[in-house]
């Protein structure tokens, strides 16, 4: 069996190539758009981040701040008291990577000092200026997801390049290492349905990157 990267996160290490890992999305969160907010209570959400390991997850994110169209924004407060207790018990409780959904730096580092192995950022560590420096800091894994505002593009799949090329250089200047990094195109972020698509389409065209994609 041939492994062509290695995916580090904490004292995880994932063998890309040797299968598709699949990531558990929990969402703690009042309005979250795919389970409607059922699991916003600390029992709810252990138990159902449980379930998921179960039925094959091989990463467990947690996220605090709902992305759905329309949504609230949270203030830092706010979303560390949803996710902290949260991944706490799940380090203790699960052997599989936990990861937390955030684009701040400040929730980052709190969920990495509660034992948290994966920070999964929206941004692309392009929103807040200190998140590099976090993920850093700790040596945990980072995934870096394209965005932006308004769905317009020149060449889509050349633009998410470009984005993610900026934010991998970005990391790498924090002094993240390149087994740290994974990307993530993006789908349903500052794309229409057709852009969607044809960003699966073109998934193969993100190969150049070397890097993990996460999907």
Same mark, same amino acid.
């Given at each position: 069996?041939v492994?062509?990267?290695?995916?580090?996160?904490?004292k995880y290490?994932?063998?890309?190539g040797k299968k598709?890992?699949i990531?558990?999305?929990?969402?703690?969160t009042?309005?979250s758009?795919?389970d409607?907010?059922m699991?916003?209570?600390l029992?709810?959400?252990?138990?159902r981040?449980k379930?998921?390991?179960?039925?094959?997850a091989? %990463? !467990?994110?947690?996220?605090?701040?709902?992305?759905?169209p329309?949504f609230?924004?949270? $203030?830092?407060?706010?979303?560390? =008291? *949803?996710v902290?207790?949260?991944?706490?018990r799940l380090?203790?409780?699960?052997d599989v990577?936990?990861?937390?959904?955030?684009?701040?730096?400040a929730v980052?580092?709190k969920?990495?000092q509660?034992?948290?192995h994966i920070?999964?950022?929206?941004?692309?560590l392009?929103?807040?200026p200190l998140?590099a420096?976090v993920?850093s800091k700790?040596?945990?894994?980072? %995934? !870096?997801?394209?965005n932006?505002d308004?769905k317009e593009y020149?060449d889509?799949?050349g $633009?998410?390049l470009?984005?993610? =090329? *900026?934010?991998?250089e970005i990391a790498?200047?924090a002094?993240i290492?390149k087994?740290?990094?994974?990307v993530d195109?993006?789908?349903g972020?500052g794309k229409?349905?057709?852009h969607n698509?044809?960003a699966?389409?073109?998934l193969?065209?993100?190969k150049v990157l070397?890097?993990?994609?996460?999907?």
């Amino acid at each position: 069996m041939v492994i062509f990267l290695v995916f580090e996160c904490g004292k995880y290490k994932l063998e890309i190539g040797k299968k598709t890992y699949i990531m558990g999305i929990l969402n703690v969160t009042p309005d979250s758009f795919s389970d409607g907010g059922m699991y916003n209570n600390l029992e709810s959400a252990v138990k159902r981040a449980k379930e998921m390991v179960l039925e094959g997850a091989d %990463i !467990i994110d947690v996220g605090g701040e709902s992305t759905r169209p329309g949504f609230e924004p949270v $203030d830092t407060e706010e979303e560390m =008291r *949803r996710v902290l207790p949260v991944v706490e018990r799940l380090v203790k409780e699960i052997d599989v990577p936990i990861s937390v959904d955030t684009t701040k730096s400040a929730v980052a580092e709190k969920a990495l000092q509660a034992g948290a192995h994966i920070v999964n950022d929206i941004w692309g560590l392009q929103k807040d200026p200190l998140m590099a420096e976090v993920v850093s800091k700790y040596g945990a894994g980072v %995934i !870096i997801m394209h965005n932006q505002d308004g769905k317009e593009y020149q060449d889509l799949m050349g $633009d998410i390049l470009k984005f993610l =090329r *900026r934010s991998v250089e970005i990391a790498e200047k924090a002094g993240i290492k390149k087994n740290n990094i994974a990307v993530d195109p993006g789908i349903g972020f500052g794309k229409t349905l057709e852009h969607n698509l044809e960003a699966i389409r073109r998934l193969n065209e993100l190969k150049v990157l070397n890097l993990p994609v996460l999907l």
